[in-house]
């Protein structure tokens, strides 16, 4: 620790009689307001003194003393009268000065041997210092350190507010604060290091990022021009197939027309000689004709035709459904002409006619045209409806999943047991086999007891389990036992003595029920 000096004659000398260090209190200077830097963006607190009492950049100062110079001094006035311009500089005071105050510097005794440079002769220095003057006391030099307060002062400052403050002369303390200084520069630096680093790296990631966003954009052009020009393709292909329907329906159409304006023709023909000869004929000419009438007449009621178009114009155009592919590509829309005809769709399922009561019971529908091919196609128009027949104001709720290729999952979970009719329409229209009726049975009962080969091998030798067969052996064994008396021969439930290990349990667990059997259910 720096002890404490004091000025004599101009020269620093050790102080006695200073208080302890924590007995001082330093000054004051809690910020109020806080300003950005308008170069780096940082907050800095405004000390209470203001803006003036910030910290001054000499450096700064220096730089924009040194652009004046360079300029051929404009804008530079003298230190001294503050008046004139500058056109030389002590060397010594660090001042610069115009020419009275030069002239002025030159004539007095302290000041006749100061070195003066022309202005013109400072343009190549780097640097040129200028005495750094005290805020407080301005015709002192900052030449002191104080300690405590860690600023420089003057000597008046150390006379006065700092009077009991340790102080020493800059020299002789820059070296502590400036090796402070540099090992937290030497903490920095990595930063910058690392910093600078990263910014390469983010550089390099950019450029990356922009070669790699070039890459892909020329992967999708190529992906969509050429996905595209298969659109194109297909959607050519399918004008050209409507088209061809087109053609093909009008020329049945067109050929139907023909065939019916000539049977007509026939039919005029017929009819208008058939009424001249009954109102203009006589009773002779009559009978003559009539075999000729009478053969042309039935010829003509015996021809088949059609009153209905023999095309529609059922076209239809299905955007989702898959169309194969194309240079590569999948690709979507068919057009189709299919008509679903409710009298060709048909039912499927084991759950038809059955089900049982709170669980979930399905069937499909399977729509077809006209001519009994598969739509393979959906969108159809389906209607379904299951209702109790002893409460047909309580309809059962039924779910229709398209499956998009002619098929419907159909599918209802029944409340209660009891018979119900199921309707299902297309289009209005019942299908084949509708309305059918579905007997709904009551949930399936699980079995409680075993299924085993006979009692005395599922109890492990117990006399008192029984068994629901009915069987027993001698030697006091209440249940069955193979090859004894009421054994089934077979494999079966010990609860209610069937046979099929899946089916439904018959046993009611009532009174009847034999005491023993309950142990025998238990193993």
Known sequence: MLSGVTLEGGRARSGEGRPSRMELKPRSLQS???????????????????????????????????????????????????????EKRCQTCKANLCHFCCQAHRRQKKTT?????????????????????????????????????????????VV???????????????????????????????????????????????????????????????????????????????????????????????????????????MRTGVEFTEHLLTSGSDLEILITKGVVVERLRKLNKVEYSTRPGVNDKIRFCPQEKAGQCHGYVIYGTISTKEVDPAKCVLQ????????????????????????????????NIR???????????????MVQDNKDGTYYISYTPKEPGVYTVWVCVKERHVQGSPFTVTVRRKHRPHP??????????????????????GTMPGGYLGCGHGHKGHPGHPHWSCCGKFNEKSECTWTGGQSAPRGLLRTVAL
């Open 160 to 266: 006065g507010e700092h009077r009991e403050h340790p102080y020493d002369f800059t020299s002789n303390v820059i070296h502590k604060h400036g090796d402070s200084v540099r090992e937290l520069l030497k903490g920095t630096q990595p930063h910058v290091e690392a910093l600078e680093e990263a910014l390469a790296q983010i550089k390099i990631m950019n450029s990356a990022l922009q070669k790699q966003v070039e890459v892909v954009a020329a992967d999708v052009r190529t992906f969509s021009e050429g996905y595209i020009k298969a659109i194109e393709e297909h959607r050519d292909k399918l004008l050209k197939q409507l088209e061809d329907i087109r053609v093909q329906k009008e020329n049945s159409l067109q050929l139907q027309k023909a065939q019916l304006e000539q049977l007509l023709a026939d």
């Open 349 to 380: 399922g084991e759950d038809l006619h059955r089900a049982q009561e709170k669980q979930t019971a399905s069937f499909t529908l399977l729509c077809k045209d006209a001519a009994g091919e598969i739509m393979g196609r959906g969108g159809d």
């Open 449 to 470: 007891g075993v299924f085993h080969c006979c009692t005395f091998c599922s109890s492990g030798g117990q006399k008192t389990a029984r068994c629901a067969c009915g």
């Open 32 to 86: 109020q307001i806080g300003i950005l830097c308008p170069v780096c963006d940082a907050q800095v607190d405004l000390p209470l003194g203001g803006v003036k009492a910030l910290t001054i950049d000499h450096l700064a100062v220096n730089d924009v003393m040194l652009e004046s110079l360079r300029g051929e001094g404009q804008g530079l006035v003298c230190d001294l009268c503050n008046d004139r311009e500058v």
């Open 384 to 398: 379904v409806a299951v209702v109790p027949n002893d409460k047909k104001d309580s309809p059962v709720r039924t």
């Open 113 to 157: 041997y100061h070195t003066m440079v022309d202005l013109k002769d400072l343009k190549g220095y780097s640097r040129i210092g200028k005495p750094i003057l005290c805020p407080a006391h301005p015709a002192e030099e900052l030449r002191l350190f104080c300690e405590f307060c860690d600023r420089p002062v003057c000597r008046d400052c």
